[in-house]
């Protein structure tokens, strides 16, 4: 026993030290390095400014210091705005602009989400002009060995046709090269975040040419949010040469400057993806591309790069070619994702949700909350459905495991005479134990299986919280408006009824607070809300239910673990602490039909005796 229990407190010991030691070498750095690069970024944007008064010719590449508006007034532009009315009623989806200056699409607002979760939030803008800070842009243009002239990031279109750019009325841009050459570029975008960019070249003049055409997501820095999300990808992915390809900001960066990251496909896509937001280029599914990512530092900026360019198309004299590029610029809605795969051919598109290791367990809960959603309209809801489904498929295991828990804990007195009486005697206290075991057909390890059952479940949905749009800002009643965030309650300031912020006070308010955006060492880590605390002591009950531990060091810790994972649990996204403290209230009352069936002691008859000899 004293073995048994010097590996407990080792077990308990080692999981603590690595969760604080997680927290301190690898949370707390990442946090302080975000804003080592916020200090850096807004120091070398005041000395481009301070340069800009010197230097009154225009740089190649912009310092990136300009405001948004003051980067959308310095180029010639046409509007953006498209609307979806399946339900009936329009729905505006997508405002921006188009870059004539380029032809490039640097300019686009979401405007079904709001950054926050409050009604009058601004709306997310996806793409931002090259000239702002946190620029996000597309560019297409064409390539050619020899050939001077053709369209680049600094070529000035002008309008053929089209003066905004919805779902039902494309625009036609125009460009007239030196060497004879006419590209006419036609830009259309569905109802929802596909646009199809096709490339009409005509050669006027008297020789052939042959140019190759090229299309890239450029990224400047790093997003504010980068990082913040620990279970989820940011960064470049695609699906090229038959392969899911990903790249973390910081490894893309270190493996660009040791090699070149290059792979030649035929069809695919390639972009760049936020938490939630994705912005891929994708070729023609019939064409073999060479695809990169790459990495550069241009007038003191960190540019990421994907990239694909196209077959070399040769074209005679008076002859024509069309290209045609689609670009997916939106939210990564795993139906619509799903969708444009089936409509277009575009191989493996909602795998740029990363659902993770689990995947065969993440999409089918997904799928699962989305077909409750249908008829209850209410995702907290339907979180609480798929519980009670997994627990009725666990049901035959899980009662098989809590009637041997019943029976261990109706063992507690003989186990402690046994101890009393072999108490010098380890290896025949183990003897008697197992052989008592074996008297009442009760199997220890039987106990086990539904915390065992539950964990790959619990991964699931955690990264299903994570990562779907779905989840983001979906309320499920009352102070719970956004699923996807922390329970944003506080018993410091008794819940809201005290008209103060814990997370404002000195020193100790970044340990209080329940804000979402609170990160590094300790954020958070006592700011415990209504759901967090309603969990723990839902956790507290099961282990109370629950057969003592044999040693009386064991019996204290497994006391103080509904302790701890309560301040564990704290920070974690509301719906997951929703899902696991209802699973905890279906495990209770389905241990407690089996320990009253056994009369077995429990805490809740305990309750309950105790309230009626006081009401008597």
């Not at 190649?60 to 010639?76: H, K």
């Not at 996000?136 to 046709?161: I, M, R, Y």
């Not at 069809?267 to 019939?286: E, F």
């Not at 408006?481 to 103060?500: C, E, H, M, Q, V």
Request: glycine share 8%; with cysteine.
């Amino acid at each position: 026993m004293q073995n048994e229990s010097r590996n407990t407190i080792l077990f308990f010991a080692i999981a603590m030290i690595m969760l604080i030691g997680y927290q301190f070498f690898i949370l707390g750095p990442q946090a302080k390095q975000r804003a080592e690069e916020m200090k850096a970024k807004a120091a070398a944007a005041e000395k481009a400014k301070k340069a800009a008064g010197d230097a009154p010719t225009k740089p190649i590449v912009p310092a990136g210091n300009l405001s948004r508006n003051a980067a959308i007034a310095a180029s010639p532009r046409v509007p953006i705005a498209t609307h979806n009315d399946e339900a009936g009623t329009p729905k505006p989806i997508l405002t921006g602009s188009i870059n004539l200056v380029g032809g490039r699409i640097d300019d686009l607002f979401l405007q079904q989400y709001g950054q926050t979760v409050e009604k009058d939030s601004p709306r997310v803008d996806l793409l931002r002009p090259e000239a702002t800070s946190n620029a996000f842009f597309t560019v297409f243009s064409w390539q050619g060995q020899n050939v001077g002239g053709l369209p680049s990031h600094e070529t000035l279109w002008t309008v053929k046709s089209g003066k905004v750019l919805t779902e039902k009325t494309p625009v036609v841009l125009t460009y007239r090269a030196p060497n004879g050459l006419v590209f006419d570029r036609t830009i259309q975008v569905d109802e929802n975040y596909l646009f199809t960019i096709t490339d009409t070249v005509t050669n006027t003049g008297g020789a052939p040419v042959s140019i190759t055409p090229f299309a890239a997501v450029r990224r400047a820095g790093l997003p504010p949010e980068a990082g913040k999300g620990q279970n989820v990808h940011e960064g470049a992915v695609g699906w090229l040469d038959d392969e899911l390809r990903l790249r973390k900001y910081a490894p893309w960066k270190k493996e660009a400057k040791k090699r070149e990251q290059k792979w030649t496909t035929t069809g695919g896509w390639l972009g760049i993806t936020d938490k939630y937001w994705l912005t891929a280029i994708i070729p023609d599914q019939k064409q073999a591309v060479e695809a990169r990512y790459q990495q550069a530092t241009l007038a003191g900026r960190d540019y990421y790069i994907t990239d694909a360019t196209g077959p070399v198309r040769t074209i005679a004299p008076g002859a024509t070619v069309n290209q045609t590029t689609r670009l997916f610029a939106g939210a990564k809605r795993a139906e619509l994702l799903k969708t444009y795969q089936q409509k277009y051919g575009i191989p493996e598109l909602d795998r740029a949700i990363d659902w993770g290791v689990l995947n065969f367990l993440t999409r089918p809960f997904f799928l699962a909350l989305e077909f409750f959603y249908g008829f209850v309209g209410n995702f907290g809801v339907a979180i609480l459905l798929v519980t009670l489904c997994v627990r009725i498929i666990l049901f035959p295991l899980a009662n098989k495991s809590y009637e041997s828990m019943s029976k261990m804990k109706k063992l507690t007195e003989p186990m402690n005479e046994l101890k009393a009486k072999y108490k010098d005697d380890p290896a025949k206290l183990q003897q008697e134990t197992m052989a008592l075991y074996q008297r009442e057909k009760v199997n220890p390890l039987v106990g086990c299986l539904p915390l065992l059952l539950q964990i790959p479940v619990f991964l699931a949905f955690y990264k299903v919280l994570s990562v779907t749009i779905e989840m983001r800002h979906a309320p499920f009643f009352g102070f719970v408006k956004d699923l996807s965030a922390r329970d944003p309650t506080n018993i410091w300031n008794l819940f809201g009824l005290l008209p103060y912020d814990p997370g404002a006070l000195p020193l100790i308010g970044g340990l209080l607070t329940t804000h979402p955006s609170a990160t590094g060492f300790g954020a958070g880590m006592l700011g415990l809300g209504v759901c967090v605390l309603l969990y723990g002591f839902t956790m507290w009950l099961t282990t109370a239910m629950n057969p003592p531990a044999p040693d009386p060091m064991q019996q204290k810790i497994f006391q103080l673990m509904p302790i701890l994972f309560t301040f564990i649990m704290a920070p974690f996204a509301v719906g997951l602490i929703i899902y696991w403290t209802f699973s905890n209230i279906l495990s209770i009352f389905q241990q407690y039909i089996i320990m009253h069936r056994l009369k077995v002691d429990n805490p809740i008859d305990d309750f309950i005796n105790r309230f009626r000899a006081k009401a008597l």
